[in-house]
């Protein structure tokens, strides 16, 4: 059976609002689904509370937490930013935390600070601390007199609730955009595997590989496709470790509270229920996610488009950002499966080099290894935001920024666009502008 091509379909929305990645898949034609996608909603942008309270469907924020809800990191479903510097709280980003140890690919929590630091806490708790964002500024020159400036961030701990933080590995992240995350779901397995090189036995310098993941329900390996580490399978554990990690909401998935063994008001404070987030919650927002609609790529027949796509091509960004990815035959509903689609991804591990790394290792992956970032909508970033980021700390402030700072496996891409004449240049960013 050939593949159903991705184009103005069930599955798209031509949305050039604000509101352009908060859109439901057209296929959700009837009131029940509609309904469905509109409960999913309001959970996401549902400001949690503490408990107890009059609403028990809403409490159990905390006890420590980074949010008090999903759309705070995820303005419109679209991408979070960084600091512009140490006075600035972190609004839309966060901090991931570990212990130095010999392993490259796997770390362990703070023993006493956890996985990941949470700078708020409900009334009676102390908060883990503050992280300051520090820039070190640089200029790089491009072709025809053109120059860049680029920020490069360092996180400083500070005021730390529980004791000196020791030898710490911090890596700040940004909230990602997060349409298209029902689709990456059903990409064929098979499909992802084919474009693994590991050992670059092809020789083109790209050395792409899977994230294996230890299902711990099966005691089976899955491919890791969700988050900038590749480190989690399913869409529903995604969601789930969100509302655990950056909300403190538990979950069957999740059940225990974010508290270390130290940290005992934290153990000792109210429940919001055991657990907080119900499997009906759960579900809901699993639905709305799952079925909102990827923005229809725009003026693709603009000469300044077509002409950026084959620059994108000649650069060797197609290598990693792969233009079409099919979906299993198998994926349900029945109108995912079998779907040519464009994330412009590979979902595959690469080596970004020194400057992008994080020095952390973390679930499978090293401090320089990301998974590649999928493009589609990111080109209505700043329609959706009025402050985004790009990379996973948010250090490039614009897209030319985030492809200067490729290396390892995408220095070749970022050398030839520094290189290149500027009118290509322009019409790369155009091409970009258009998905």
């Not at 028990?56 to 705070?72: F, M, Q, T, W």
């Not at 390996?221 to 470790?241: D, P």
Request: with cysteine; hydrophobic share 40%.
């Amino acid at each position: 059976m050939s593949a159903k091509v991705y184009a103005e379909d069930l599955l798209e929305t031509t949305e050039l609002s604000r509101r352009a990645l908060s859109m439901p898949m057209p296929l959700l034609d009837s009131e029940q689904k509609l309904g469905q996608f509109a409960a999913g909603r309001s959970l996401f942008n549902q400001m949690w509370v503490i408990a107890p309270s009059s609403d028990e469907d809403i409490d159990g924020l905390g006890p420590l937490y980074n949010s008090i809800s999903c759309l705070a990191c995820h303005s419109g479903n679209g991408r979070g930013h960084a600091p512009d510097g140490p006075t600035e709280k972190m609004r839309s980003m966060l901090v991931r935390l570990s212990i130095p140890g010999e392993n490259p690919f796997h770390s362990e929590p703070h023993l006493v600070y956890g996985g990941q630091l949470q700078e708020f806490a409900v009334p009676g708790v102390p908060a883990e601390g503050r992280a300051e964002i520090h820039y070190e500024y640089s200029t790089i020159a491009l072709s025809e007199g053109e120059t860049v400036t680029l920020r490069k961030p360092s996180i400083k701990l500070v005021n730390p609730g529980y004791g000196e933080f020791g030898e710490v590995l911090t890596s700040a992240r940004i909230g990602p955009a997060l349409v298209g995350m029902g689709l990456v779901e059903m990409i064929d397995k098979q499909e992802i595997l084919s474009w693994q090189d590991a050992d670059d036995a092809n020789a083109d310098g790209i050395s792409g590989r899977v994230n294996w993941i230890i299902d711990d329900a099966t005691l089976t390996r899955k491919i890791g496709r969700f988050g900038y580490k590749a480190s989690i399978v399913s869409l529903n554990e995604q969601i789930a470790s969100a509302f655990q990690a950056d909300l403190g909401l538990t979950s069957a998935l999740f059940p225990e509270e974010n508290c270390s063994d130290v940290q005992l008001a934290c153990q000792q404070a109210v429940s919001g229920g055991k657990p907080e987030l119900t499997a009906e919650q759960l579900q809901a927002v699993s639905f709305y996610l799952q079925f909102l609609a990827v923005p229809a790529p725009r003026d693709q027949s603009k000469p300044e488009v077509i002409r950026g796509r084959a620059v994108f091509d000649e650069a060797g960004c197609t290598a990693c950002h792969r233009p079409q990815i099919k979906t299993s035959s198998t994926a349900k509903p029945a109108a995912f499966a079998n779907r040519l689609i464009a994330p412009y991804s590979d979902y595959l591990l690469h080596d970004m080099g020194e400057e992008l790394s994080d020095h952390r290792p973390d679930s499978g992956a090293t401090g320089a290894e990301w998974r590649t970032a999928p493009l589609w909508g990111i080109g209505l970033a700043e329609k959706v935001g009025d402050r985004v980021g790009y990379l996973h700390d948010g250090r490039a402030t614009t897209l030319l920024e985030a492809i200067l700072w490729h290396g390892g496996e995408g220095q070749k891409s970022r050398d030839g666009v520094i290189n290149m004449p500027k009118a290509d240049r322009d019409a790369l960013l155009q091409f970009l502008k258009s998905l």
